[in-house]
């Protein structure tokens, strides 16, 4: 469910309200346009930005009738006898889409200047999963021009001009020392990259970002993606009305063959596209032009949402069927068919919910439990990956905050509930790259207690067991009787004689900053430098051998991650940890102005050893500097109530 970063955009709208202008310093939101010709008004007031706004939703009512607190979970062994597995699937299947304009402050200010709690969140994924993906791109990367350098020493800027040109979409202009900071990042720790390369003027193909991406990133260039949102394209202006699929499909062939007549670029096979979300096109309509025949690109797509009233749609996420089942029923027969093709499919932004998320329900800890859900009922249905969108302050549903101001603010990083389903999902799959991902119907296909089972080398490895009930007096909270073999199955008894659990955890769904993984933070708003603080707590459960059952609770809410051996365990734990302490890294560590990169051995049990050294933050109403801007809901209230082609414009 990416999102369309519409608000990020609506810098191109005469109509949008709230108008976010990416610098390479800082998001700047300006005040109140209020209408199509109307002039901003002055600034008026200490604003919180939505991202560090701590509103909360009611915590939504018990369903009725309420899911069954005690059911079983009856399993078999080995991967051969269960059908319907998923393709082997990547801790790394979650990964990270930064909107390329604000990847300066995200990533870093140049090669030699990286943001360690960047360096340290993304380390988090990279000591379970083995590698993380991360794609720098965004509807930014249409006008982005690759120069040699700017004359005010940034690596990125924004034309000053652009606001003069119909679309009011601002050239970006970028230096290599971008594509120097992504390898730099590559060389500290394994991460590796999917760039935007510009397509809005396929008369005059612009390659010299890839080129250089090739030169520069080498092994770590994951591939390009090609053509943002082109669905879009007509509606934003950026082609004439009338535009559709097949001119889509013509203007792909016209990259494809610069591409391919490019002796700068030698990596012809890593064209990503069509990155389409889905308003006005299907998937289906583009495949329906023969583009994979033609290009057997990589299909990417992308959903968009509509939603309007976070406090009413709460309800609907904290479920395994409306916003998880029903909304990637759409592309079961697109994923088969690239998985026929051998090819992987790829959901490229993946949020919440468009116009940056829902204040309250895109930061939540119900969104947490979503996030696992869906990453996971993506694996099960044969996605290869998917990112979670990264863009500016203006939007709830980041998975984490750079600090706001261009301060360097090593431990006053914000982390949001959502990054650690990315966690939890690296755990769950693990490093082995051969986990097979089945959804289990659980509690008779109860949506508010749905599980997986992970079977990972032909065993049964990990078990994801969800309660998305909110009740503090824990009378929710499930008790799961998990059996392997025996009984009815007619196979022997394979219970073990214990399992391992870890916990997602926080008071209620609605809540936003006490979320624990195994029992550890990664801090509150403004005060987290991207490191667990506190303990690693993982339970052990010894199982029963009478009944031949682990029993297994889960806490209303709760998110529960079941080991079901010694192996399982071990090929998810996070192995070594690079941390990073200082304001800056370079590739050149050990000089005086930059720590080493500690590695730290730990099995997860390193906590202890790096407690943060003290905030520097001054809370979160503190560090706004902001102007005020309407309240991202009620804006898409206000756009989809009344003119819904603008809003998609
Ligand atoms: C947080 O968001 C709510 C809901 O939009 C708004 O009423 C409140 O004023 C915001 N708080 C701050 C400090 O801006
Ligand atoms: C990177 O940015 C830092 C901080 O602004 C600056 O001191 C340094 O010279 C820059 N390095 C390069 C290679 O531009
Ligand atoms: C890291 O950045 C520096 C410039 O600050 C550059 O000289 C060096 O080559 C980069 N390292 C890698 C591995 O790209
Ligand atoms: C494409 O973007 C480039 C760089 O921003 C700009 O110079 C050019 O005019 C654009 N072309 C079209 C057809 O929009
Ligand atoms: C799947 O997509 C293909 C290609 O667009 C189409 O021909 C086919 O009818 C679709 N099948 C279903 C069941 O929708
Ligand atoms: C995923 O692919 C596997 C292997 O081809 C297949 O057995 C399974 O049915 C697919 N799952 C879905 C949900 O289509
Ligand atoms: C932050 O940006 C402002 C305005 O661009 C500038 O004056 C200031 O020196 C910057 N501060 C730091 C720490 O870079
Ligand atoms: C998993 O896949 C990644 C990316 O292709 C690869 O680098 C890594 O070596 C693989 N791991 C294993 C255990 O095969
Ligand atoms: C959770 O965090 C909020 C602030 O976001 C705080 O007020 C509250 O006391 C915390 N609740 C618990 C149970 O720790």
Partial sequence: MKL????????????????????????????????????????????????????????PAIPD?????????????????????????SGAFYGFSIEMSVATQVIGINSSFLNPPFLNLM??????????????GGNTQETAVLVDSLSSGKIMEKDKEASSNPTLTPTLYITPEI?????????????????????NDTNNPRLQIGEAAEAILGDFLLGFQLGNEPNLYAA????????????????????????????????????????????????????????????????????????????????????????ITDTLAQYLNSSNIAQAMGKPFLMFETNTAS????????????????????????????????LLHVGGVSDVYNPFNPPQTNASGFSQWSVNPIFYSVLAVAETLGRTNAS????????????????????????????????????STGASDSTVAIAIGGGETGQPNGTPASVKVKYLLAPSVSDKQNVTWAGQTLGRWLQSDGRFQGEEQVQTVDCDQGSNTCTVKVPAPGFALVFMSDDAFQQAAPQSTATFETTSVTRTINTATVDQAVLATSNGQNGKDRQKQGSTSKGSTGAAQMVSAPHLAALCLFILAGVSSVCLS
């Avoid at 009738?65 to 699937?89: K, W």
């Avoid at 800890?365 to 869906?374: K, M, R, S, T």
């Fill in 4 to 59: 369309l970063p519409l608000l990020t955009f609506a810098g191109g709208l005469s109509i949008a309200r709230a108008v976010t202008v990416y610098g390479v310093t800082g998001v700047v939101p300006q005040t109140a346009l209020s209408g199509p010709n109307s002039t901003p008004s002055p600034v008026v007031a200490v604003y919180v930005p939505p991202a560090f706004n701590e509103t909360t939703l009611d915590v």
């Fill in 65 to 89: 009738p309420a899911p069954p607190t005690q059911f079983t979970l009856q399993l078999l062994q080995n991967a051969q006898d269960v059908n319907g597995l998923s393709i082997p699937q």
């Fill in 123 to 136: 380390s988090l994924i990279v000591e379970r999963a083995g590698h993380v993906n991360i794609r720098v």
């Fill in 179 to 199: 594509l120097y900071m992504l390898r730099n990042v590559s060389s500290l720790l394994n991460a590796r990259w999917y760039l935007g390369i510009p397509m």
């Fill in 236 to 323: 934003h202006g950026h082609r004439p009305q009338g535009w559709a699929q097949f001119d889509y499909f013509g203007e792909f062939g016209v990259m494809i063959q610069a591409v391919a007549n490019d002796d700068k670029i030698h990596i012809r096979n890593n064209i990503i596209g069509p990155s389409i979300s889905d308003t006005f096109w299907t998937t289906e309509s583009v495949w329906d032009t023969g583009f994979l025949q033609s290009y057997a690109a990589f299909p990417s797509p992308e959903t968009a949402d509509q939603i309007i009233d976070p406090q009413r749609e709460f309800p609907h996420y904290l479920n395994h069927k409306e916003r």
């Fill in 355 to 386: 116009c940056g998320g829902f204040l309250g329900l895109s930061d939540s800890y119900g969104a947490a439990l979503w996030a696992i859900d869906f990453g996971l009922q993506m694996a099960y249905s044969n996605f290869s990956g998917s």
């Fill in 436 to 471: 097979k991902v089945i959804d289990l119907q659980a509690n008779t296909g109860d949506i508010h207690t749905p599980a997986y089972a992970i079977y990972e080398n032909d065993k049964i490895a990990r078990l994801a067991l969800f309660n998305y009930v909110s009740d």
